[in-house]
């Protein structure tokens, strides 16, 4: 499908008040789009006074704040009128409980589906812009792997106990993976049999950089994880694992260019990932990092386990690792250094109130 700019109408955004949302709003209402904003509750100014403040901002598009439910068939069916692209970032999470691993897959897939199918009606939409994860590619594989956009997370599967339907009622990081990886092969398969527009997927890792409001902290998020380092307090999230960061920023502005993009296809995938070693933290380093960073905070560290697995595994863990190389090839991404980001993560935290440094 041709690619899509200002002049060729609206784009709406589902998940616009989230992380990742609100920020792939800002990067198109920079391009100059008008951008409708997709919440479920148009009333919570917490979530929606980022949003409407961008038509405040001097930027060259503006921003209609549109309210829909994901869980809802034919919610999206007004909004969508008229819109030339579609970008999906919306979706139910499990952090702290928030959402049940049912519910966290059951969004992934109804709610792709419902999106799916308001664009069908729509007719007008050209593009989609599928947010997924990194979880829809990470799979077991030897430590040192290097996971590209060939790799699926149902890869390497065959005898895996923990890979089975019946895990998505009791597990919630294998209902996200496996509903990611449904959702995913459900949307290109739809505009394939569609004709009229393509799906295009992003699939970020360990996002983090600044937050554009209060609500972008949530509780068991990366950037929640990194505030309570800031707060002294130990890692409990990834420390078995490197964290591969991704800036938002350069999240958003991928999910933009892609729009815009004659190099994408339905079916292509982008992994944002790390773009180079940098990018790559096991918790010690990013300990480092963060203390080096804000060297007026005692900054928490690993767990009091982490060196008796080290121990036991052998030396510090070597994954997963991911680079962004195909985004900042094709779509021209250019991104953040990882020191930008950890600091532009801390210091929106401290900011908004969402977290009390642990100052020296």
């Known amino acids: 499908m041709p690619r899509v700019t200002p002049a060729d109408g609206p784009v709406a955004v589902t998940g616009a008040s989230g ?4 920020h792939v709003v800002l990067a198109l209402v ?3 789009y008008t951008v409708r904003a997709c919440v479920t509750d148009s009333s919570n100014p917490r979530k929606t006074s980022c949003l409407i403040g961008l038509n405040q901002g001097g930027y060259p598009g503006r921003v209609e704040l549109r309210t829909a439910n994901l869980f809802r068939e034919g919610d999206y069916d007004e909004t969508f009128t008229e819109c030339a692209a579609v970008l999906h970032v919306g979706a139910p999470l499990g952090y702290r409980g928030t959402n049940g691993p049912r519910q966290v897959y059951d969004g992934a897939v109804n709610g792709t589906g419902n999106v799916i199918n308001s664009v069908k009606k729509s007719g007008n939409v050209k593009r989609v812009v599928y947010t997924s994860s990194f979880a829809a590619i990470n799979h077991p594989e030897a430590p040192g792997y290097v996971f590209t956009e060939q790799d699926w997370a149902s890869d390497n599967r065959l005898g895996d106990p923990a890979w089975t339907p019946d895990n998505i009622d009791r597990k919630p990081g294998i209902a996200y993976a496996m509903g990611k990886v449904a959702s995913e092969r459900m949307a290109f398969r739809m505009a394939a049999e569609d004709g009229r527009f393509d799906v295009i997927s992003v699939c970020p890792s360990v996002v983090l950089g600044p ?5 972008n902290g949530l509780a068991g998020s990366w950037q929640y994880i990194v505030g309570k380092m800031l707060a002294g307090q130990p890692c409990t999230r990834g420390w078995q694992y490197l964290w591969n ?3 938002v920023r350069d999240v958003a502005q991928a999910h933009a260019l892609i729009v815009e993009s004659d190099n994408c296809e339905n079916g292509s ?9 940098a990018g790559e933290l096991n918790v010690e380093e990013l300990q480092t990092h963060l203390a080096r960073l804000f060297p007026q905070i005692n900054v928490g560290g690993p767990p009091k386990e982490y060196a008796e697995i080290v121990t ?3 030396g510090p863990f070597d994954g997963p690792r991911a680079y962004c190389d195909r985004a900042r090839t ?3 991404l250019k991104t953040h250094p990882v020191d930008d980001t950890l600091f532009e993560t801390g210091r929106t935290m401290i900011e908004f109130g969402l977290v009390k440094p642990a100052l020296k």
Do not use: H, M, N
């Open 245 to 247: 960061i991704v800036d």
């Open 211 to 215: 937050l554009l409001s209060a609500a």
């Open 30 to 32: 920079k391009r100059g």
């Open 330 to 332: 094709e779509l021209g």
């Open 269 to 277: 995938r982008y992994q944002l990932t790390a773009s180079d070693r």
């Open 19 to 22: 992380y990742v949302g609100s």
């Open 312 to 314: 036991r595994f052998g």
